[in-house]
């Protein structure tokens, strides 16, 4: 698993895709009714393993608004996961559940794997930066070994800090790029709730119509918030972005 997921880092060219995100909120608690907030629109850039987004619209209008200046937003899904998960310096341990599921037609065998505190690269922010203990699970296809869908959670959220349920899942699926095919994520769901209240968000994710990059103009990039030890942190403290689970800053109760 960990070769095919350097191999599937290492092959990505660069791309442009279409992101939809439909965030949700929920007042309700254990039992959520989800209530729609808003839709963003982006052409998501996917270049040298740098994620940027342009043409940014809500509810259709655009705006010169940063996506993680608008509320609940996360990065980190065109490689940066998948590739802490596997590294060796995260050490997660890997437990094969016997149970087999169908994903992309596939036949896909599941492993469930924990990664230790210590070994966190997982930033999320709200108030302040996290890197948490977390769990999850893997659908891996047995022939390619390739990862076809992920899913996290993370674990023993320190007291205190704003929120206590931060959970992410993470689909791939076959597109075409130019004359080649790609396993690259198709959609994406991010969930997170607020410490000692029934409020939680949730995004809604879609990635389509992807293409090859190949405008001239020079574009900026920033870190993902899922890295490896010794890059750069993404933003300042107290932006609500980057993490894979999104992070907006929570609403404070009224």
């Not at 729609?36 to 940027?52: A, H, S, T």
């Not at 608008?70 to 980190?76: A, I, L, P, V």
């Not at 037609?105 to 210590?118: C, E, H, M, R, S």
């Not at 997170?192 to 990635?207: D, L, M, V, Y």
């Amino acid at each position: 698993m960990r070769e095919a997921s350097l191999d599937f880092d290492e092959g990505l060219p660069n791309f442009i895709c279409d992101q939809g995100t439909v965030r949700y909120e929920s007042k309700t608690g254990s039992a959520p009714v989800w209530k729609k907030q808003d839709r963003i629109d982006v052409e998501l850039l996917y270049i040298d393993r740098k994620e940027e987004y342009r043409n940014v619209r809500i509810n259709g209008k655009a705006t010169k608004k940063d996506p993680e200046q608008t509320g609940q937003w996360s990065r980190g899904d065109f490689g940066t996961t998948l590739m802490d998960i596997m590294s060796p310096a995260t050490n997660a341990k890997f437990k094969k559940r016997p149970e087999h599921e169908k994903i992309e037609g596939l036949d896909a065998v599941i492993y469930n794997y924990t990664v230790a505190q210590p070994n966190s690269h997982w930033r999320i922010q709200f108030d302040g930066e996290l890197k948490p203990a977390y769990k999850g699970s893997l659908w891996v296809d047995p022939v390619s070994a390739r990862v076809l869908r992920i899913e996290m959670q993370a674990m023993n959220v320190p007291e205190g800090y704003a929120v206590d349920t931060v959970e992410v899942m993470l689909e791939y699926g076959w597109v075409t790029i130019g004359q080649q095919k790609y396993l690259l994520p198709t959609r994406s769901d991010n969930l997170s709730c607020q410490r000692g209240t029934p409020f939680c968000a949730k995004n809604e994710i879609t990635f389509k119509n992807y293409r090859r990059f190949s405008a001239e103009s020079t574009i900026s990039t920033t870190d993902s918030s899922v890295s490896f030890d010794g890059e750069e942190k993404p933003g300042a403290d107290g932006k609500p972005a980057a993490a894979p689970a999104g992070t907006a800053k929570p609403k404070k109760k009224k």
